[in-house]
């Protein structure tokens, strides 16, 4: 069992800068990678960066490569989105999830999720 705990979010103006943080707890296993995805309303959860927690590879969505930054503490089990040059369209909830998975970019391979937590980006 993993439980994971979002922070971080809030209201920023476009072109700011946030960190998101992911606690997690629990055992890691066999493929354990871990990611963030986004849900805007009326729109689906859509993925947004993901990392391989052994090696620490690394695979952003189109629309935010150059501007977000996945990474890890594997000390303390925590993982991290360092998002800058926001724009308005990043405004939503962003999940962490983990789980064994193969294809990182796929919400239906993570087993667990955190409970959101809300971005906002004004114009």
């Known amino acids: 069992q993993v439980q994971l705990v979002e922070s971080g979010g809030g209201l920023v103006q476009a072109g700011g800068s946030l960190r998101l943080s992911c606690a997690a707890s629990g055992r890691t296993y066999r493929n354990y990678a871990m990611g963030w995805f986004r849900q805007a309303p009326g729109k689906e959860r859509e993925f947004v960066a993901g990392i391989r927690w052994t090696f620490g590879a690394t695979y952003y969505a189109d629309s935010v490569k150059g501007r977000f930054t996945i990474s890890r503490d594997s000390a303390t089990n925590t993982l991290y989105l360092q998002m800058s040059s926001l724009k308005p369209e990043d405004t939503a909830v962003y999940y962490c999830?983990?789980?064994?998975?193969?294809?990182?970019?796929?919400?239906?391979?993570?087993?667990?999720w955190g409970q959101g937590t809300q971005v906002t980006v004004s114009s």
């Open positions: 999830a983990a789980g064994s998975v193969v294809a990182l970019t796929s919400r239906r391979e993570y087993d667990y």
